[in-house]
């Protein structure tokens, strides 16, 4: 007993998991033919799908973990990813979205000197901070929490999940979660837009969780949008294993703004079309939401177009087009999804405990109507007694 | 937001409640007091935490309603052993939620399954095997987060991390309830599982009326069953 003793607080004492400096397992992810799609710096498995930045849909096939390796096949090229027109998700509630920032200690070593900084305020801090600025610039209110959630381990999302929920509770539009990718090269992230060098951005899909479609859905609106009026600042769309707290909104979404050896500067640049992109899928064309009009032609500040302003690939003009309908429906498809997972599960889940805790099927809905009964307090009438226990 | 992501929303949270229910109905408590409880757990959940100072706060359903029903499960417990049994299964599983933390992958892809259930199964798996026992499970599945923040809180302090502490903020969906329910779902479903393998309980008909017999002087989590019955 007393060894054991000594082995838990030395286990406690030691370090435990890498934190977010750079020396995290970086997979390539490669086609049929061997040719490197990309790279992401997070676990791969089986089954977990990729948007790459020209709108294939790839599933991996296969992963060699040895390697560090993953084969995609192309899926398909779906025309829904190539959306024709921008889309609004349209909220109901007042403009105002919730941002925090899971890991506490990433950081960029071109600007911040390290990759990890566990100071309390690092430099995906700045950027989420700079987010919030540009989003505020544009008339949306912004609930920027910076709780910090250190250390960088497997509770990190753990912590993080209260900030999140507290920022759900407050009605938020959209939840935020700022985070930078680990992989080594920088170049993947570079891109240009407007002539003002800044990286890319890559957004992450937990796949194990109810809102699952419903983040996917909101995913691909944004890269629709930004791909219509800024084409190159959203890298791809990577939906893996894990929930990463997105099962707390269907509209939530994890950033990667550049990676830990990107150039702070571009980083911190491309905040401002990003905050173009959720403004424009969330809100419309910022104008005030007490009017809830969908997405319209506006040039920006700078003379840019706005993410809301672009003609479809099928040349159709779509200013001033209302998408309600579309976009409703699209919700309503993903909603239902979810709904459907959730309520399945539960169903599996009653009969399979019914079954368990009574040994065998007969008699399995004198039982479920029990259950009813007891899940309400027997307000809802009694149950049929059978002298058992459950 | 549409209304069917506001359908998703609500059914999650319904779903939520249901099994949270039928969770608390197996510690001793009737039905209606499982039902207070659980609407008890969700309203304070909404409620802002209370602040203790020194940068602690304490939420009213994820944390204050968990560790007074934790408190009420003791008191009541049937035997000392009983009692002992729940503490070092709650010291044991905060060791291993906060080594957990340590020691697992860091990133949620890397896990075989969501984390927020990982300290849910450690503490039913710990409880379990120590008391084999529904009560010692919630106890030590809320319990056992409970402590490990307490833990982690010191070890940020001592290392000057400036991180504060929101015990159970996550209200209802927080990992301190998520971690009760769930070991208590694990120590019925592998106790029954367990209990049937080895032959001590069966399904026998009295009076044409579905009965089950017990065979065992001592079997799993039957101490407490007792009292779910006096309804």
Redesign the interface.
């Known amino acids: 007993m007393r060894k054991a003793l000594w082995l838990l607080l030395l286990m406690a004492l030691l370090p435990g998991t890498a934190l977010a400096d750079g020396s995290e397992t970086v997979y390539t992810l490669v086609d049929a033919q061997g040719q490197t799609i990309t790279s992401i710096a997070a676990d791969v498995d089986v089954g977990d799908e990729y948007i790459a930045g020209d709108d294939t849909l790839y599933r991996v096939a296969s992963v060699d973990a040895a390697s560090a390796r993953a084969v995609l096949e192309a899926v398909q090229e779906e025309p829904e990813y190539r959306l024709a027109s921008v889309e609004t998700v349209r909220t109901d509630t007042e403009k105002s979205i919730g941002i925090y920032v899971t890991h506490s200690d990433e950081s960029y070593e071109d600007g911040d000197g390290t990759a990890s900084l566990e100071t309390g305020w690092a430099g995906v801090h700045d950027v989420a901070s700079a987010l919030s600025e540009q989003l505020e610039e544009m008339g949306v209110h912004v609930d920027f929490d910076p709780a910090v959630h250190l250390p960088h381990d497997a509770g990190a999302y753990r912590r993080s999940r209260v900030t999140a929920v507290n920022l759900a509770e407050q009605g938020e539009a959209a939840l935020i979660d700022v985070h930078r990718d680990g992989i080594p090269d920088a170049e993947e992230y570079e891109t240009e837009i407007d002539g003002e060098s800044m990286t890319k951005v890559r957004l992450l899909v937990g796949r194990s969780n109810p809102n699952s479609a419903a983040n996917r859905q909101f995913a691909k609106k944004l890269k629709a949008a930004a791909d219509s009026a800024y084409p190159g600042l959203i890298k791809d769309i990577f939906i893996g294993k894990g929930n990463y707290n997105q099962e707390l909104m269907p509209h939530s979404i994890l950033l990667e703004f550049g990676t830990h050896t990107s150039n702070k500067e571009e980083v911190l640049r491309s905040t401002r079309v990003m905050a173009d992109v959720l403004n424009t899928v969330l809100f419309g064309s910022g104008e005030d939401t007490s009017e809830k009009q969908p997405a319209e032609t506006k040039e920006s500040g700078e003379g840019k177009p706005q993410a809301t302003a672009e003609a479809g690939d099928d040349g159709e003009d779509v200013t001033g087009t209302p998408q309600g309908a579309q976009v409703g429906s699209d919700d309503g498809a993903a909603a239902a999804t979810g709904i459907a997972w959730m309520v399945g599960l539960a169903v599996l889940g009653v009969i399979a405990f019914a079954v368990i805790s009574s040994g065998h099927v007969k008699g399995l809905p004198d039982r479920l109507k029990r259950f009813a009964s007891e899940l309400t307090g027997g307000w809802m009438g009694k149950g049929p007694k059978d002298g058992g226990e459950e | 937001?549409?209304?069917?992501?506001i359908?998703?929303?609500v059914?999650?949270v319904l779903?939520l409640f249901?099994?949270g229910?039928?969770v608390l109905?197996r510690l001793r408590l009737?039905?209606?007091q499982?039902?207070v409880f659980i609407a008890l757990i969700f309203v304070g959940g909404?409620l802002p935490s209370v602040p203790l100072g020194g940068g602690v706060s304490v939420n009213i359903g994820g944390a204050l309603i968990p560790f007074g029903l934790c408190v009420y499960l003791m008191i009541r417990a049937g035997t000392a052993k009983e009692r002992i049994r729940a503490v070092i299964a709650s010291l044991l599983s905060g060791?291993a939620v906060?080594?957990?933390?340590?020691?697992?992958?860091?990133?949620?892809?890397?896990?075989p399954?969501?984390?927020?259930y990982?300290?849910g199964l450690l503490a039913g798996v710990i409880a379990y095997l120590l008391g084999r026992s529904r009560i010692s499970s919630f106890i030590a599945g809320v319990m056992g987060?409970l402590l490990?923040?307490g833990a982690?809180a010191v070890v940020?302090a001592v290392?000057g991390?400036?991180?504060?502490l929101?015990l159970g903020?996550?209200?209802a969906?927080?990992?301190v309830v998520l971690s009760g329910f769930l070991a208590v779902i694990l120590s019925?479903?592998v106790g029954?599982?367990l209990e049937?393998a080895a032959g001590a309980?069966?399904?026998v008909r009295?009076d044409g009326?579905?009965?089950?017999l017990v065979t065992d002087d001592k079997p799993a989590g039957e101490e407490e069953?007792k009292g779910e019955?006096q309804e």
């Open positions: 937001m549409s209304i069917g992501m359908l998703l929303v059914v999650a779903i249901g099994i229910q039928r109905d009737t039905d209606r499982a039902l909404w060791a906060f080594l957990a933390g340590r020691w697992f992958p860091n990133e949620p892809e890397m896990m399954f969501d984390v927020n990982l300290y987060v490990a923040d982690q940020n290392r991390l400036p991180v504060t929101d903020g996550g209200g969906l927080d990992a019925e479903v029954e599982m049937r309980k069966k399904n009295v009326r579905e009965a089950v069953k019955r």
